[in-house]
């Protein structure tokens, strides 16, 4: 449903979505109309988050994000068909989180535009 340039653009606007501790866990697969939101869990900070509810959060937030940038392209994102996610993860690699159907024909969010306005400080202190 979408070409790669468009993926990738798509991906870039949903890593501006805030995550605690900045740890970005979310990863992407489309496959045709569907969507897949994996996590990783080697971006996990066990000591900060034990029970993981910040990673979940975080996904909820890239979910979102995603869901802001289709829309700017026509494309709508199902709510999300979740999966439950223990902690410690039982073993390394991505694991799915969560998944959605690709829908053709919406408008843009009116907070599409928010996350481009974001600003953080990404130098040294």
Known sequence: MLTPDQQ?????????????HNIQPARWHFAGDRILLLEDPARW???GDPTGRDNQIA??????GMALALSTIGIS????????LPYPPPAA???VAASGQLRPG????????????????????
């Open 77 to 84: 994102l199902s709510p999300p068909e979740t999966e439950a």
């Open 106 to 125: 919406t408008s843009a969010d009116p907070l599409a535009a928010a996350p481009d306005q974001r600003r953080a400080w990404r130098g040294t202190f």
């Open 45 to 47: 900070l066990s000591v």
């Open 93 to 95: 690699g991505l694991r």
């Open 59 to 64: 996904l909820g937030m890239a979910w979102e």
């Open 8 to 20: 990738l653009a798509m991906v870039a606007q949903a890593a501006r979505a805030p995550s605690a």
